[in-house]
C-alpha cells in the first residue's frame, strides 16, 4: 500500500516537474537559436566596417549618383535574402490570420482556435531566431557583394523611398513608431552632410549645396524622413531608372524596417514586445 502511494507521489511529481521543464527548455533552445546567429552577425559587422568604414561614414558621389557596379552589388544582396525575406513573410501571415479569426467570427470554434494556437505558438517561438538569422546572412551577403552597410543603406533609401511612403509600410512587421530607426535616420542624415561637405568649387557646386542643406534639414525636421523623399535629383534619378524594375522586385515589405539598421537591438525589442 506505502509503496503504490510512493509510487503513484513519484510518478506525479516526475509529470508535474516535466509540465514545468518543458517551458523552460523551449525558451532555452530559443534563445540558443537566436544568440549564435547574433554573435556571427557581430563579428560580421565589425568586418564591415573595418573593410568599408562604419555606415554613418559613407559618402555618397558628389552628385549623389550610383554606379552600375554599385546597384548590382546591392542586388546581388537582394537576391540572397529572397529566402529569408519568405520567412519573414509567412510569420507576418500567421499574424494576419490570428487577426482575420477574431474579425470574422464573433466565436470561433474550439478547433479552429486550438488549430490557430498551435501555428501561432510554432512561428512565435521563430519570431527572435529569425532576426538574428537575418542580421547574420545580411551581413554576409554584403561582405560576399563587397559592399558596406552604409553604401547598401544609401542605396536602399533611395531605390524605396516611393514603398517606404505608401501606408502598407507602417503595418508589418519591425515598424514600430515607424519604418526607420533613430539609427538609420542619422546615418542617412550624416552621409548627405558629408556629401555637402565633398562638394568641390565646381560651376554648379553652389547649387547643389543649397539643395544638399535644405534636403538635410527637412529630414532634421522628420525622423522619418528618406534622402530626397519628395523628388530624386535628375542624376539620381537617371542612375536607378535603368534597374527600376529589378529594385522593385527584390524590395521586401516585412524586412524594410530592419534592412538599415546596423545590429538587430531594435527589431528584438519590437519581436519581444
Not at 503513484?8 to 525558451?27: H, Y
Not at 547574433?38 to 550610383?66: N, Y
Not at 540572397?80 to 501571415?93: F, M, P, Q, T
Not at 539620381?236 to 538599415?260: H, K, V, W
Request: glycine share 6%; net charge negative; with cysteine.
Amino acid at each position: 500500500m506505502s509503496d503504490g502511494r510512493f509510487n503513484w507521489v513519484k510518478a506525479l511529481s516526475i509529470g508535474c516537474g516535466v509540465l514545468v521543464a518543458l517551458p523552460v527548455l523551449a525558451v532555452l533552445i530559443v534563445t540558443l537559436r537566436t544568440w549564435a546567429p547574433l554573435q556571427s552577425s557581430g563579428s560580421s559587422l565589425a568586418k564591415l566596417d573595418e573593410r568599408f568604414g562604419a555606415q554613418i561614414e559613407f559618402v555618397p558621389a558628389p552628385d549623389g549618383a550610383v554606379a552600375p557596379s554599385r546597384i548590382l552589388a546591392f542586388l546581388e544582396v537582394r537576391q540572397s535574402l529572397h529566402a529569408i525575406c519568405e520567412e519573414i513573410n509567412s510569420i507576418e501571415r500567421e499574424f494576419d490570420r490570428v487577426d482575420n479569426l477574431e474579425e470574422e467570427h464573433s466565436e470561433p470554434s474550439p478547433r479552429e482556435v486550438a488549430g490557430v494556437t498551435r501555428s501561432f505558438a510554432g512561428i512565435a517561438a521563430e519570431l527572435t531566431p529569425i532576426v538574428g538569422r537575418f542580421f547574420k546572412e545580411r551581413n554576409r551577403a554584403l561582405l560576399d557583394a563587397e559592399i558596406g552597410l552604409g553604401e547598401y543603406s544609401y542605396i536602399f533609401a533611395l531605390a524605396y523611398r516611393e514603398q517606404f511612403q505608401d501606408e502598407s509600410i507602417h503595418r508589418p512587421l519591425f515598424s514600430d513608431d515607424g519604418p526607420l530607426s533613430a539609427k538609420a535616420a542619422e546615418a542617412l542624415r550624416a552621409m548627405l552632410g558629408l556629401q555637402l561637405d565633398s562638394l568641390a568649387d565646381e560651376t554648379d557646386a553652389e547649387s547643389r549645396r543649397r539643395e544638399l542643406s535644405a534636403e538635410i534639414q527637412a529630414m532634421q525636421q522628420d525622423s522619418q524622413r528618406l534622402p530626397w523623399q519628395d523628388r530624386l535629383p535628375a542624376e539620381i534619378d537617371a542612375s536607378l531608372t535603368p534597374y527600376r524594375t529589378q529594385l522593385d522586385e527584390a524590395f521586401c515589405l516585412n524586412s524594410a524596417g530592419i534592412e538599415m539598421d546596423p545590429d538587430s537591438r531594435r527589431a528584438l525589442y519590437i519581436a519581444l514586445e
